[in-house]
C-alpha cells in the first residue's frame, strides 16, 4: 500500500513564523504535490514536483515555497506566516506514467496562524 | 467557468436510499476519471478510477463517464451512514509527465439512519 506521511496534524504559529510542512512517500512515487483545502473552495494547488530538485507553481504559489532534495520528501515552507495561511494542508504523491494519474494523499496538517 | 464544477451539497438521505453524485467539465481532452471519497479532518482516499468512457462497478460502487456529454457521475447503491464523507471528482488529460489532476469543490453527503 501507498503511504504517504505528513510531519504533523494540527499546528499553531504566530503570524510573521517561518513555518516548514514536511511530506514522505515511501512508494518511490516521482510526482509530489502540495494542496490546501479551504471551506467553499475546494482543493487548491500549491506548488508540484516531478523530480528531485525541479518544482513547478500551481495555481496559488504566492506567500509559499518548496524544497526536494530527495525522492520521498517533499516540503512546503512559509516564509513569514499570515492568518490567510490557516488552512488545511494536504501532500500527494503520484507515478509519472501513462494511465497512474491517481494521487495519493497524506492525512493533512491543520495549521492555524494566530 | 471552472474546468470541473461539482455541487457542493450538502446531499442528505436516507439509509438504504441510491445517492447520485455528479461532475460536469469542459475540457474534451480529460481521459482519466477518478472518485475521492474524504472523511472529516482527514485525507481524500481514491474511491474509484476510471479510464475514458464507460461504467465501472466495485461492490456498492458504481462510476460513469459520459465523455459525449463531458459528465461523469458516481452511485452509491443501499447508502450507509459510513458512507458520510465529501466526495470529489478528479480528472487528467494524461499527458505529459506532471500528473496533475483537476479537482471539483466536493460533494458532502450525509446518510441518516
Known amino acids: 500500500d501507498v503511504k504517504v506521511t505528513q510531519s504533523s496534524r494540527y499546528l499553531v504559529k504566530r503570524t510573521g513564523e517561518k513555518v516548514f510542512l514536511e511530506c514522505v512517500q515511501d512508494m518511490d512515487h516521482e510526482n509530489m504535490f502540495w494542496y490546501r483545502q479551504d471551506p467553499g473552495l475546494g482543493l487548491r494547488l500549491i506548488y508540484f514536483s516531478y523530480d528531485v530538485k525541479m518544482k513547478e507553481k500551481g495555481d496559488i504559489p504566492e506567500g509559499y515555497s518548496v524544497s526536494r532534495e530527495k525522492k520521498e520528501r517533499f516540503s512546503l515552507i512559509l516564509e513569514s506566516a499570515s492568518t490567510n495561511q490557516t488552512s488545511m494542508y494536504l501532500c500527494?504523491?503520484?507515478?509519472?506514467?501513462?494511465?497512474?494519474?491517481?494521487?495519493?494523499f497524506g492525512p493533512g496538517t491543520r495549521l492555524l496562524v494566530l | 467557468q471552472k474546468e470541473v464544477e461539482q455541487d457542493p451539497g450538502p446531499l442528505s438521505v436516507p439509509e438504504g436510499a441510491i445517492v447520485s453524485l455528479n461532475c460536469t467539465y469542459s475540457n474534451s481532452a480529460f481521459q482519466y476519471f477518478m472518485w475521492y471519497r474524504q472523511y472529516s479532518r482527514k485525507g481524500p482516499e481514491l474511491l474509484m478510477y476510471?479510464?475514458?468512457?464507460g461504467n465501472k462497478e466495485d461492490g456498492r460502487f458504481t462510476a460513469q463517464v459520459d465523455k459525449s456529454s463531458k459528465y461523469i457521475s458516481l452511485f452509491i447503491r443501499d447508502s450507509q451512514p459510513s458512507d458520510s464523507a465529501t466526495y470529489l471528482c478528479a480528472m487528467s488529460a494524461g499527458s505529459g509527465n506532471t500528473g496533475k489532476l483537476i479537482f471539483g469543490q466536493g460533494t458532502t453527503l450525509q446518510v441518516k439512519p
Open positions: 500527494a504523491s503520484s507515478l509519472q506514467a501513462a494511465g497512474e494519474e491517481t494521487q495519493y
Open positions: 476510471t479510464y475514458s468512457s
